[in-house]
């Protein structure tokens, strides 16, 4: 998720009673929070780099405790006052622990097994930045103000803090950040079996898979993948939908040419990275005889507008002349090899 919703996340388990732990616990929280997109740094090191390492063991429940006394230790020595370390990082531990569940409810995902396992873990069952999540949390913050503000005026005087300030809107809105995710799940179930439900010109679904809409939680984004071809769909759970609504995608085939494009730091990267795979082959006008292979990504966008795509130029003999990366994240990379 976004920076907003884990500090947020991390301010109301604090204001939900973990700042009975320890003291500072609103700053422990939203460090603690946040602490596993310490991952960004990676950027520096090229977009080949950030594929490979973000959310990568930042972001694994074997790292938390470490990061947990990461932040503890980073508080204890910024605000040069004794912290109950025992206590403190067990606060901590569980804004860590948060953070990686909210990741594991995006379509990116996290690697929150590792080192047990490097595979992708992601629900999908949300966007990286989610309108009404971002809705409900800034409701809450604002919640005990308003309070404080309308106590004031009634009261015809300076309305006394109370003793657990915001303490009642931090427990609401994580029981409801948890029963929307709750019923995100439920709603991707539906659209899932909608899918799996039909048959495409005569094929059964191999795969198929929803991601969530922009904005409406009943809108989704259908993928099929047959024998053959690949449908695109957009879905609202509440409706049916014709199957042949859709026109099929034939993919590419790659296999002769995947060793080359390992090759290529940005491409072996991606080609670990990416969980709905679609490959698509076209003339490449500028180098005679030559086929331009497109590599997408289907968990960010339809082809051709997925926010992370990586494209090759082959020769006939399979040598790769030119290739290109995008990723979502701001990586961009552009090789001739």
Known sequence: ????????????????????????????????????????????????????????????????????????????????????????????LVAVCSHILLDLTNVYGTRAAFPFSSAWLHWDLTNIFDLWIWTLLLAALAGPFLGRLVGGEISSGAARAPRHFGQGWAVAALVLLLLYNGGRAALHARAENLLEARIYEGAEPLRVAAYPGAFNPLAWRGTVQTAGAYYFYDLNVTADFDPLEAAPVYPADPRPVLAALRAIPE???????????????????????????????????????????????????????????????????????
């Not at 976004?2 to 996340?9: A, F, G, M, V």
């Not at 997109?37 to 790292?63: E, K, M």
């Not at 490449?284 to 997925?306: C, H, I, K, Y």
């Open 1 to 92: 998720m976004d920076p907003l919703t884990h500090t947020l996340t991390g301010l109301y388990l604090g204001r939900a009673g973990l700042n009975r732990l320890t003291p500072r616990a609103a700053v422990l929280l939203m460090l603690a929070s946040n602490a596993p997109d310490i991952d960004v740094v990676s950027l520096a090191a090229g977009p080949a780099a950030a594929l490979h390492w973000h959310r990568h063991f930042t972001h694994s429940f074997a790292c938390a405790p470490l990061l947990a006394l990461a932040v503890v230790t980073l508080v204890r020595v910024a605000g040069r006052k004794p912290l109950p370390w025992v206590r403190a990082w067990a606060a901590a």
């Open 267 to 337: 491409f072996h990267e991606f080609l670990d990275f990416n969980q709905a795979p679609l490959w698509q082959s076209a003339p490449a006008a500028a180098f005679e005889g030559a086929t331009r292979l497109r590599l997408t990504d289907l968990r960010f966008g339809l082809p051709g507008r997925s926010a992370f795509a990586c494209e090759a130029v082959v020769t006939p003999h399979y040598k790769v002349v030119q290739s290109q990366c995008s990723f979502g994240f701001g990586g961009h990379a552009q090789t001739s090899p």
